[in-house]
């Protein structure tokens, strides 16, 4: 799967890049048939001072976009509760699709 990783007014870490890569290979195993990844990470400035961290997921297999955005404190529980939602929605549409 190829993920695209974009960073808005900062730069990730390999620590991070490789954190993201991880998480999202619990999506790779559910579907095998993923036409676009994107990851976009955000800082959340409040009054100057910066509050939470925005991780939003984007998969986008045939004849469906899926997206999951959360927040907090460490990009990292960010990308890891994004994730945990698409796997969810995206085991709800398999099942769908069986039915």
């Given at each position: 799967?190829?993920?695209?990783?974009?960073?808005?007014?900062?730069?990730?870490?390999?620590?991070?890049?490789?954190?993201?890569?991880?998480?999202?290979?619990?999506?790779?195993?559910?579907?095998?048939?993923?036409?676009?990844?994107?990851?976009?990470?955000?800082?959340?400035?409040?009054?100057?001072?910066?509050?939470?961290?925005?991780?939003?997921?984007?998969?986008?297999?045939?004849g469906?976009?899926?997206?999951?955005?959360?927040?907090?404190?460490l990009?990292?529980?960010?990308?890891?509760?994004?994730?945990?939602?698409?796997?969810?929605?995206?085991?709800?549409?398999?099942?769908?699709?069986?039915?």
């Amino acid at each position: 799967m190829n993920v695209k990783i974009h960073s808005i007014h900062f730069n990730t870490d390999e620590k991070l890049e490789s954190f993201i890569h991880k998480k999202l290979q619990k999506v790779d195993a559910i579907i095998t048939h993923i036409i676009d990844a994107q990851v976009i990470l955000k800082l959340d400035h409040n009054n100057g001072t910066i509050k939470d961290k925005i991780a939003e997921i984007r998969i986008q297999i045939p004849g469906k976009t899926v997206f999951a955005e959360e927040r907090s404190r460490l990009f990292e529980e960010s990308v890891e509760l994004a994730s945990d939602s698409i796997v969810r929605q995206l085991k709800k549409h398999k099942d769908k699709l069986r039915n």
